[in-house]
């Protein structure tokens, strides 16, 4: 790295403050994105308060006694992990009848056979 000299001080200022002025309006640019975390825990209330249909306590309770739901469970809290959720949520996605012939469709071409 060269010396800074008395000289040189001005235009080493400069330089600092354009670069200062940088990183400020790539900070400002991020701070207006909008950020979802992706490692927010749901207790119950806060998951029945998130599902679609807004289940009772006692139908959660029961979809986790028979594990059809993720959870996770440390001493006595019960936590729900919001990825996971998510991708369970997305996973009773039924199909629309569009989509159910196309997957036909496919699966009849792999198979060597026409498509009526």
Same mark, same amino acid.
């Given at each position: ?5 008395? @000289?040189?001080?001005?235009? #080493?200022?400069? &330089? ?28 119950? @209330? ?6 679609? @249909?807004?289940? #009772?306590? #006692? ?44 997957? #036909?469709?496919? &699966? ?9």
């Amino acid at each position: 790295m060269d010396k800074i000299t008395y @000289d040189k001080l001005p235009e #080493a200022i400069g &330089y600092l403050i354009d670069k200062v002025e940088s990183l400020e309006m790539i900070l400002q640019a991020k701070s207006q994105q909008p950020v979802e975390p992706s490692n927010l825990w749901f207790n119950i @209330d806060e998951l029945r308060t998130y599902l679609p @249909d807004k289940p #009772a306590r #006692a139908t959660v309770y029961s979809w986790v006694s028979s594990k059809h739901i993720p959870s996770h469970k440390n001493g006595k809290r019960l936590r729900f992990f919001k990825p996971e959720i998510d991708q369970w949520l997305s996973l009773g996605k039924r199909k629309s009848e569009g989509e159910l012939q196309i997957e #036909a469709a496919e &699966y009849l071409n792999r198979k060597g056979s026409k498509v009526v």
